[in-house]
């Protein structure tokens, strides 16, 4: 089966850094991304990673602070967030897809973690 295990959500305060780590376990995939979600709001794309290459795709309102890795000897895919602010607060999920384009798009991922919260405080 596979399995998509997030882990390194906190509370921290604003400026600070969290890093977080995707597990996954069943199979591997030709993309892994992380999303977020906060309350009252859609799901949001985040970055994506092709898990190959390790071409790397980021929202725009996260680049430059957050940076998606991979180990592929782990198969474990990271996210270093740095210079964090509040509207960071979201739930975050780790995903992984089969196919290689359209890394933004929610609806083209096919497995899920269940999510970390990660909060920040002003």
């Known amino acids: 089966q596979v399995q998509l295990v997030e882990s390194g959500g906190g509370l921290v305060q604003a400026g600070g850094s969290l890093r977080l780590s995707c597990a996954a376990s069943g199979r591997t995939f030709s993309t892994m991304g992380w999303f977020r979600q906060a309350p009252g709001k859609e799901r949001e794309f985040v970055a994506a990673?092709?898990?190959?290459?390790?071409?790397?795709y980021y929202a725009d309102s996260v680049k430059g602070r957050f940076t998606i890795s991979r180990d592929n000897a782990k198969n474990t895919v990271y996210l270093q967030m740095n210079s964090l602010k509040p509207e960071d607060t979201a739930v975050y999920y780790c995903?992984?897809?089969?196919?290689?384009?359209?890394?933004?798009?929610?609806?083209?991922?096919?497995?899920w973690g269940q999510g970390t919260q990660v909060t920040v405080s002003s």
């Open positions: 990673i092709n898990w190959i290459s390790g071409r790397t």
């Open positions: 995903a992984a897809k089969y196919g290689s384009t359209s890394e933004s798009l929610a609806r083209q991922y096919d497995y």
